[in-house]
């Protein structure tokens, strides 16, 4: 069998989603990290209202790891924005007022008839990016970019394999890992 078939028989390109199994670190070799630990730390998350039933979801899924990795739920504080467009603007509030070790931005973009999606999509993503970056922002991704509604229902579960419990884990482990190099919380 060549490459290609065994890939394929694999659910190779096109197949499925994402590739199977997990990371796989040397034994023997320094590893920076740590597991997502939310003790003694407060979070704040952006939200958009648009898309409302996804994004509550989505919500659901973060808050529900956010309690689960030990984060007190008077450390938790949400910012309602209109849409995915607006994160970036929310995100960078949370983050200039110091007061969360770490942002989520939750979000849900439907492609539509037009390129509004795709300006949408890119600029929040690059604006988020930016953020995190210039701040040295543990921030999770939680922005949802899908054809339809029938594929933002499937990445919204609420069983704690969503995005929005995702996003929380992410931001969580880049905390730790800041925090690995630089307890100040700086990099």
């Not at 320094?30 to 730390?41: I, T, W």
């Amino acid at each position: 069998m060549s490459e290609l078939e065994e890939v394929e028989a694999r659910g190779g390109p096109g197949g499925t989603e994402h590739a199977a199994g997990d990371l796989r670190l040397p034994a023997g070799i320094r590893v920076f990290g740590g597991p997502p630990n939310g003790a003694r730390r407060s979070v704040g998350i952006a939200v958009g209202r648009f898309n409302g039933e996804i994004t509550s979801r989505l919500l659901d899924g973060a808050l529900a790891e956010l309690e689960a990795t030990g984060v007190a739920p008077e450390a938790i504080e949400i910012m309602p924005v209109p849409g995915a467009f607006e994160l970036p603007l929310a995100a960078m509030a949370l983050a200039k007022s110091r007061r969360y070790s770490c942002v989520l931005a939750l979000g849900c973009v439907i492609r539509g008839e037009t390129s509004h999606y795709d300006y949408v999509c890119q600029e929040s993503a690059r604006a988020l990016q930016d953020l995190a970056c210039r701040f040295a922002l543990a921030l999770g991704y939680g922005i949802l970019t899908v054809e339809n509604a029938d594929q933002a229902w499937v990445r919204a579960r609420a069983d704690g394999k969503d995005r929005g419990g995702h996003a929380a884990r992410a931001c969580l482990a880049m905390l730790a890992l800041r925090r690995r190099f630089d307890p100040s919380g700086g990099l």
